[in-house]
Structures are given as C-alpha cells and as structure tokens.
C-alpha cells in the first residue's frame, strides 16, 4: 500500500492553498475535506453556508476511510481535513491513525477567526476546529511516540520554498519547486465547498493571504470570546513548530 499524509488543520488556516500545491505535484491522488461530509451530510451536526453537495459521495466515516484506503492501492494519497468532523470517530481508530503520516497546520487565531467569520458569519463555537485539532495531535503523539509535524500558516506564507522544503523532508517524500507555482483556477477537488476556497482559486501560488475581513472584533465583540477560547490550543501546537529548512541549519 502508497504512503498516506493527512493534513489535519482548522477552517481558515492556508490548508487549502497547502493542499493546491500537492495537486500541483501530480504525484499524489488528493482528497478535499472527505470527512467532513460525516459531519454536515450524514450527522447534521451544524449548518454551514457554500455547500454543494456530490450525491455520489459517501457519507459515513466508514465509507470515506474506505474510499481513500482503496485509494493507497493505486498511488500515494494525501488528504487534508480538519478533526472536527469526524473526532470520536478518529479516536476510535487508532488503527487508521497509526497507518498513515499525520500532519498538522496552525494559523493564530486572531487572524483565522476574522477570515472565518467573514465566509461565515453565523459560525459557532463547534466549528472553529481548534481544541479538536490539539486534541488529535496529543492523541497521536501519545500513539506513534513521536511528535507530528505540525507547520504554522505565518511561515508558509512568509517563507513558502524553505517551509514546503521543510515539510517535504519531514513527511519522506521529494519537494519539487514547481509546485510552489500553478494556474489560476477551481479545482475539482473543491467542487462541494468552491465557496470558501475563491481566494485560493484565484491565485497562482503559496502567499500571504490577503486580510481582507469583513468583520473586526470592534464590530463582532463576540468573535473575540472565539478567538481568546481557540488561543491556548494554537499555543499548545505552536511550541512544536517546524523550523522552515533555510532556518534549521543556523
């Protein structure tokens, strides 16, 4: 079976435009959100605006997990989710866990839950997605016995080559420059949720992201309750933080 990497991340945190760059690669069958239709298609656990859903998509944690292993007969998968949508399950599978690499990607929440709310406004508390997130890590962690590499979003966008480069070494697998780089567009992958994803369909490549909010905790004071809950747990991953590959040999 190919190797598998899971990218386990927050909403509003570069994993799209992480995820763009492995598409980009080719080398790789990539999966967007998979899970997440157990959490809003099969589970209905919270309403979310941008959904378009595929009917031919499988809708439980059994069904999906089996759709990306069939996957790993074939070619190398990498997969980006965030645990929220399927943690007791996750938990529950330590097997599934143990069998893939997992990876993580932080954004500090002061920007990611203004960028949140500006694709939805109406969010709630059960899907900003980082106590899930930290969760998930101490539960690998505890686990594999080693610490999962975990990339924060200022670095990705700061310095894209030396943390693609760093991330690529971590995980075992070649970095290639040219997927730093790619045309503008949507891709298929993002068809359920093309919504949320515009500003990363429009660009050609890993920068910082634009910090065009439609809110400021001046005028949503109820979103700074959302980021000082989320802060600890972004803390708590950030102290692991992978040195991008320029900064690691100094």
């Given amino acids: ?113 203004l960028s949140h709310a500006t694709v939805h406004p109406e969010l709630t508390r059960e899907v900003l997605g980082y106590e899930q997130l930290a969760r998930t890590f101490d539960f690998v962690r505890e686990l594999t016995g080693s610490t999962p590499v975990v990339v924060n979003a200022a670095d990705l966008a700061a310095r894209p080559e030396a943390t693609l480069a760093a991330y690529c070494d971590a995980v075992g697998i070649p970095f290639l420059p040219e997927a730093l780089r790619w045309s503008a567009g949507e891709q298929p992958q993002w068809s359920t949720w093309s919504g949320w994803h515009t500003d990363v369909a429009a660009s050609d490549g890993l920068s910082r992201p634009r910090g065009a909010y439609r809110f400021t905790y001046e005028s949503r004071p109820d979103l700074r309750e959302f980021e000082r809950h989320c802060r600890p747990f972004y803390e708590h991953l950030d102290q692991y933080r992978l040195q991008p590959a320029e900064e690691a040999h100094t």
């Fill in 1 to 113: 079976m190919h190797k598998s990497i899971a990218l386990w991340s927050h909403p509003r945190s570069m994993s799209t435009a992480l995820e763009r760059s492995f598409i980009e690669r080719r080398d790789f069958t990539v999966f967007h959100e998979a899970f997440a239709y157990v959490f809003f298609m099969h589970e209905e656990r919270a309403a979310i605006p941008h959904k378009n859903p595929d009917p031919d998509h499988p809708l439980t944690y059994p069904e999906i997990k089996r759709m990306m292993e069939t996957a790993r007969l074939e070619r190398p998968v990498f997969h980006k989710d965030f645990p929220y949508h399927c943690l007791d399950h996750l938990l529950d599978d330590p097997g599934y866990l143990s069998g893939q690499v997992n990876t993580f990607l932080i954004r500090d929440p002061g920007e990611a839950v």
